[in-house]
């Protein structure tokens, strides 16, 4: 104990405590630098906050550089700062490399912007999601398909861009699709990483159309390798498939002037004809591998 006591005093008392203090204020170099300092750590995340910090960081450190060189003639203070100002230029260099090589095409710019951006999306990680589709924007001419009920198979997971699909089943209209929708979340989601399936839906686009596809089983390897994206991924289904139930519940109705409500499946059940009943395990299986695209039994459009 009494070494560490003695460790400390000296550690503390080694040095006289400042009884005058300098009447002229340092130069103007100085309180530059600490200006610097200051404004700097007041940057903000992802890329180009990153930029912001280090330009000024950087800045601050050369300019107390400068002042240590022709002020305090220091040599341990001017190498200090002068290290450090160089560790913020090479990281300096190095963010903006990154800025410029995820540098996207306008539409998957404006991609990102409306859809990965408010999700709080990085572009790193937005760069591996567009790098998976080749960063490729495919073009569907106005009634052209791209599937068709029974022949299509489903082998990618399409993501509309501009334009509007229209989906039927037998010749009769479900509902549309619009820009920052996905064409085939359904399907995506009604078969395992493992099946193959084909369209039960048809496809048509009723303008000039413009999508990203990703082929299903290189987007599985890619949720394979970033969980984080393989859950983005699931939000995102899983949102869009919402929405277009929802779509089918505006169209359809029950008789007797009652609307068909997906929240309300009692009450669906009480207004139509008495079925026989479904085992808990087979019903809660249907559940999981139905279409959400598939009208339900018994349900009629509300202008027929």
């Not at 990085?122 to 490729?136: H, M, N, P």
């Amino acid at each position: 104990m009494g070494e560490n006591g003695s460790f400390w005093e000296s550690l503390i008392y080694a040095h006289p405590t400042c009884t005058t203090w300098k009447q002229e204020a340092e130069g103007s170099i100085y309180h530059l630098a600490s200006i610097f300092f200051v404004v700097g750590f007041m940057g903000g995340s992802g890329f180009f906050g990153l930029l912001y910090v280090f330009s000024l960081l950087g800045l601050g450190f050369l300019c107390s550089s400068v002042w240590a060189w022709l002020d305090v003639c220091a040599a341990d203070i001017f190498s200090w700062n002068f290290v450090l100002f160089a560790i913020c230029f090479v990281q300096f260099v190095y963010v903006t490399y990154q800025v410029r090589s995820v540098a996207f095409d306008r539409e998957f710019q404006e991609l990102y912007s409306a859809l990965f951006q408010p999700l709080g999306i990085s572009l790193t990680v937005y760069r591996k999601i567009v790098l998976c589709c080749d960063a490729e924007v495919i073009t569907l001419e106005k009634e052209h398909c791209y599937a068709m009920q029974g022949k299509t198979p489903i082998d990618k997971l399409s993501l509309l861009v501009s334009g509007r699909i229209r989906v039927t089943v037998d010749g009769e209209f479900l509902h549309y699709i619009f820009p920052l929708q996905f064409l085939d979340s359904p399907e995506w989601d009604s078969l395992r990483p493992t099946e193959e399936g084909i369209f039960q839906v048809t496809l048509t686009a009723e303008t000039d159309c413009r999508y990203v596809a990703w082929r299903r089983k290189k987007l599985y390897l890619l949720f394979a390798k970033h969980r984080f994206i393989s859950r983005l991924f699931s939000i995102l289904i899983g949102s869009d498939i919402a929405e277009k139930l929802y779509a089918l519940n505006d169209r359809v109705h029950v008789g007797q002037g009652f609307r068909y409500d997906i929240r309300l499946p009692n009450f669906y059940h009480m207004a139509l004809p008495e079925s026989p009943p479904v085992p808990p395990s087979r019903r809660s299986h249907q559940l999981q591998r139905g279409s959400p695209r598939r009208k339900p039994a018994g349900v009629t459009n509300c202008g027929s």
